[in-house]
């Protein structure tokens, strides 16, 4: 996917503006909820034209219910949209308005037809959802064209030219390359002065890091050195922060960008500093997160009932077998339980024993359990888990006990995903998808060990909506 370009050579004039992560976030989160505002003026004033009331401020104070709800309500349903990776493009920001819309329209289908008849207007509605967005996709267009350019990027120097800032330049140029401009390296290895290392010149030392930083313009210094760190480099990084240039860490700034934790390059007092210590979460958020998986499960027990009896008859008309397969794997704390799906391989799948990870043309797999992979049904059964608190809805995808011994010994800290429940979906399945490979597994470690380490209420809602674009859109494996 292409890069989004630059603005026009007459506008070169202008002063350079970076803008940081965050507050390209809150910029996307301001425009969405002005959008969703005037949608909702323009629902109510086009909703007088046809039901003969008069609009006025007193109308509009009669139906504040409106804003209250939709305003907000369709900056959750966007959250998708604040991964900033998604905002840069126009593909993904399309699909992921077009999924907000779907949403929108479902949500406000099922309240219309619950509610007390003539209550909520269909017009009304549907007026709303187009108006947000059309305008949406205006302002997020705006974003990509002018935002996302080379006079909102930030410009930084990379303190450490080894390991750490190869891998903080090359994540960067691969992800976030139209908002970070690395100009140089510094280095205080006089061996790798006048190197250049991923694209990017070594300018010195320490002594020449305040100099370089003021003369490149530059807005932020990556602190990227992983081993011991002299006085003369960290009197320089004072320096630069008394006049005003930031300074962040290049590990927390590989987290932010790339929504995974770099455990590849983690020592073991990072897991006990960093990250145990993370895991211990408020009794609050646990009692809210149950309560979320027992109103989910209410719901998913519901479309298990329906749909089962159409899953079993396609299952049972397409070959022998059972309908249901249990299978053991690892729960919290590496407690084994047996996990409930829909049977989607033939019975014969492992007769000899050994575990094998699914391939992505399996011919393990029947034809229909390639179509109920694809839409996730066969996961359905899991909301007994889910109601048996074996599993939450939200966490890290239970493995297997074969599957797990082995990775344990190839990757470290894989272990760490026990440390809390599993999930019918997580953060590694919305942003990678099924993986059948220790590299794969590397990468969804990386995922989970970030969701695991934040656990924040954006994060569940954000998962739970991408989640529904994968069965909605069928992109299962």
Not at 158 to 186: C, K, M, P
Not at 309 to 337: D, K, T, W
Not at 405 to 420: G, H, I, N, S
Request: with cysteine; aromatic share 10%.
């Amino acid at each position: 996917m292409a890069r989004p370009k630059d603005l026009s050579p007459a506008l070169l004039t202008l002063p350079r503006w970076g803008l940081r992560l965050s507050e390209r976030r809150a910029l996307l989160l301001a425009g969405d909820l002005l959008c969703a505002l005037l949608a909702t003026l323009a629902a109510l004033w086009l909703w007088t034209l046809t039901s003969g009331a008069h609009f006025s401020l007193a109308y509009l104070a009669d139906k504040a219910i409106w804003f209250i709800i939709q305003v907000p309500g369709w900056a959750l349903l966007s959250i998708p949209l604040y991964d900033l990776r998604r905002a840069a493009f126009w593909q993904m920001t399309l699909a992921g308005i077009g999924s907000s819309a779907g949403l929108a329209a479902l949500l406000y289908l099922a309240a219309y037809f619950l509610a007390p008849p003539l209550l909520l207007p269909r017009l009304a509605g549907l007026y709303f959802i187009l108006g947000a967005a059309g305008l949406q996709w205006a302002w997020r267009m705006f974003y990509i064209r002018v935002l996302v350019s080379s006079y909102f990027r930030r410009r930084a120097l990379v303190v450490g030219a080894g390991w750490g800032g190869e891998t903080i330049i090359r994540t960067l140029r691969e992800l976030h390359g139209w908002q970070y401009e690395i100009v140089g390296l510094i280095d205080d290895d006089t061996g790798k002065h006048g190197r250049v290392i991923q694209g990017v010149p070594v300018l010195g030392d320490h002594t020449r890091l305040l100099a370089e930083a003021r003369r490149r313009e530059v807005s932020d210094l990556i602190f990227a050195i992983t081993g011991e760190v002299q006085g003369g480099m960290f009197q320089a990084l004072l320096d630069c922060q008394a006049h005003g240039i930031a300074v962040v860490r290049a590990l927390r700034l590989y987290e932010e960008v790339t929504g995974r934790v770099p455990i590849e390059h983690l020592k073991i007092d990072w897991l006990v500093s960093s990250f145990v210590e993370r895991v211990r979460l408020d009794p609050a958020y646990l009692l809210t997160k149950r309560l979320v998986d027992l109103l989910s499960t209410a719901a998913g027990l519901a479309l298990l009932v329906a749909l089962t009896p159409v899953i079993a008859l396609a299952i049972r008309l397409e070959g022998p077998g059972p309908i249901f397969y249990r299978q053991v794997r690892l729960g919290l704390g590496g407690q084994p339980f047996k996990v409930v799906k829909f049977r989607t391989m033939r019975p014969d799948a492992e007769q000899d024993g050994a575990a094998r990870w699914a391939t992505a043309q399996d011919s393990r797999i029947t034809r229909v359990g390639r179509f109920l992979r694809r839409t996730r049904l066969d996961e359905l059964p899991q909301f007994v888990n889910i109601l048996k608190g074996e599993m939450s809805l939200i966490g890290p995808r239970p493995e297997r006990p074969e599957f797990t011994a082995l990775l344990e010994q190839k990757l470290p800290f894989y272990r760490t995903r026990l440390l809390v429940k599993p999930g019918l979906t997580g953060w590694a399945q919305v942003n990678y998808g099924y993986g059948n490979t220790v590299a794969d597994a590397l990468v969804k470690l990386q995922y989970d060990l970030y969701y695991i380490k934040h656990q924040v209420w954006w994060m569940e809602i954000a998962i739970l909506i991408r989640t529904v674009e994968t069965v909605l859109g069928m992109k299962g494996t």
